[in-house]
């Protein structure tokens, strides 16, 4: 039986950084993109996590689903899958973090200064924080001159929603989904890039430790090492997606 799979996307990214691995998993059509807010001219909605799990629930126009969600969007899925186990078949991350920035508990993430100053950019400069932000996700990429000028091109293309994207980063900064994680029932697959400069590889073995029915995947590349082609990881991903799916 063959299952919809919907990839969700990171935070101040468009969808089109997913569609390659998109149409790795699109051989019967059933692969969909869901763009976060933030990135196209809309009211000024104020996002809370409720108000994104309504936001994706829109985007589901079938299930049961596997989702893919990459960052914040890994984070998103977690969330929905945890609260609507009827609806998730599958779930699988990409560079999602269950605690973004670094606390007593779970050390593996961002220092919380590194956070507040990249916070600080935003509120002050959104374009150049956004094209910072495409160069950290670049980096440790085989491809990572070429990947940061495409991604530098993507985001230089959208119509910024500062105010909202900032609130989606202070979401991202706050989030710790640990309990959610535990809860998931459904199968789940995370995987991480070795060369991560947003979140830090050694979340994979502390990930490993603390949720043994998850299973682990740590490849060569930074915070988009699915879109590391020269590497195969894309394919890589895809494999494991349709393993998922082949469960159903």
Known sequence: MSLPIVLISGWGMP?????????ELDGDGRACVVQLPGLV????????????????????????V????????????????????????????LGTNPC???????????????????????????QATIQQFSMLCSMGNSNQKTLMRELGALTGDVDL????LSGMLKLLGESNVRSQFADL???V?????RQDALVPADVAERIEQDFPAHAVNVFNGGHTFFLDNETG????????VACLCSRG
């Open 161 to 164: 929603e500062p105010a909202i």
């Open 189 to 193: 697959i995370h995987c991480f890039g």
């Open 100 to 126: 973004f920035v670094r606390n007593d508990d779970w050390q593996q993430a961002m220092l919380p200064a590194t956070f507040a100053s990249f916070y600080a950019g935003m509120e002050e400069d959104p």
């Open 66 to 93: 596997v989702l893919v969600g990459w960052s914040l969007g890994g984070t998103l899925a977690a969330l929905y899958a945890s609260q609507n186990p009827d609806k998730v078949a599958g779930l699988v991350t």
């Open 233 to 240: 990881i894309t394919r890589q991903v895809a494999e494991l």
């Open 15 to 23: 969808a089109t950084v997913l569609e390659p691995l998109a149409r």
């Open 185 to 187: 029932r459904c199968p």
């Open 41 to 64: 001219s809309e009211p000024g909605s104020r996002y809370d996590w409720q108000e994104l799990l309504n936001y994706l629930d829109l985007h589901l126009l079938e299930t049961p």
